[in-house]
DNA sequence: TTTCCTTGATTGATCAGTCAATCAATAATA
DNA sequence: TATTATTGATTGACTGATCAATCAAGGAAA
């Protein structure tokens, strides 16, 4: 380790087979690829795929990082100089921009909800999301009674999961307008003075 | 095939397998469940399980089209006496109830919602239950015009979905008493008169 | 004795992971 | 400049394990 002595492929290498597990995942549907495939996809051999993360759940536990930090890179600016239900506003846009909604994003993000079930990094991975969502949520529902904004953050969290599965599952909701505006709505209800509804106190 | 020279250990050993099924998959989380380990906990071999369902697809589809059975047999007598709101509340309290609830139920549900991208048989079985879903909603918000009617029932379908999801991950929602006062409330705010928002007309 | 029921053993395929061996590029040296 | 040592990059071939599916044979009721 004095200098250095070979070109330094390792970056190009791992996002290379990071982008081709996402583009395997996303045509198989499911977790179940095999190396070869991600490794033809990269246009490497398995065996530098083995080299480089050590293992297959170490591939797959790299491109769910990945797809969150994609994530979190998009929300960060986005949020950042808003406040109130303007930052809501921006959190629904970016989770269901085109760019999240794509199948093969959508399928990848489902395969990984499933295998979370069992892999306890993935787990951890998921929570940090989960939670960084929620708190990005409320961050923008301050105006708003605690329980109440957690009621509605709750909702708002699992629309927009919902609304995933069913593109992913290529029914219902159509486009990531589409799906938006659905949220959207239920933002403005939810935020709406109503008469005397609903089991939670607001403003 | 004459009459019936032998005692019908068939529909026992079907019923056996799938709750087999149902219960490895729940345990493991994915459909990567091995028929050894479905036939081992129905107490036969593997070869009896080929010898009943055909294939190891064959027995996931109909695990699939049992879980659905059931549900359709849980929501058809609870809602046939009523109408309107009441008719959908009353679908909301039998997607939501501990029983559909529960965390194995829940994992098949995701598991066969990855698989439907692949498999054009469960597919289909998952475009009949998001119909049948869609036009149960439809069924109990005939007081409203169609187009406000079709956007409640999609946030409520993706409402619904996306409480699945969260349960499966054992984050979010807590339990089925929790998740159902989730859909309730969206349901409230969208039959109360508001204001003026939303992008739909409403009555 | 016919007919369903049931299994153990086997097979063929798939796949993750390993390993020993090249290739290539640079840095040190003479 | 020419040579050589060093080291990352890369691969083909191999292995050990897993698993779906098959089959031929052995019960047991009717």
């Keep these: 380790m004095n200098s250095m002595p070979k070109i330094g492929m390792e970056p190009i290498r791992r996002r290379a087979l990071i982008d081709a597990a996402i583009s395997a995942i996303g045509e198989r549907g499911a977790l179940n690829v095999t190396m070869s495939d991600i490794a033809g996809r990269a246009g490497v051999s398995t065996a530098l795929a083995h080299h480089y993360f050590g293992g297959k759940d170490d591939l797959l536990f790299a491109t769910m990082r990945h ?6 890179n998009e929300i960060r600016p986005a949020i950042a100089p808003l406040s109130g239900p303007e930052r809501v506003r921006a959190i629904i846009a970016v989770n269901l921009s085109p760019d999240q909604f794509r199948p093969e994003i959508i399928a990848a993000w489902l395969a990984f909800y499933v295998e979370a079930r069992r892999d306890a990094a993935l787990g951890r991975l998921f929570r940090i999301y989960v939670h960084r969502l929620h708190s990005d949520l409320m961050s923008g529902l301050t105006h708003l009674p605690r329980a109440r ?10 629309l927009i999961d919902g609304l995933y599965l069913r593109r992913a599952l290529g029914e219902g909701v159509e486009d990531s307008a589409a799906a938006i505006a659905l949220v959207e709505d239920y933002l403005d209800m939810a935020l709406a003075p109503h008469p005397s509804r609903g089991s939670q106190p607001h403003a």
Excluded: D, N, P, S
Aim: aromatic content about 0%; charged content about 5%.
């Design 67 to 72: 797809i969150l930090a994609q994530l979190g």
């Design 149 to 158: 904004a957690v009621h509605i953050a709750r909702g708002l969290a699992a």
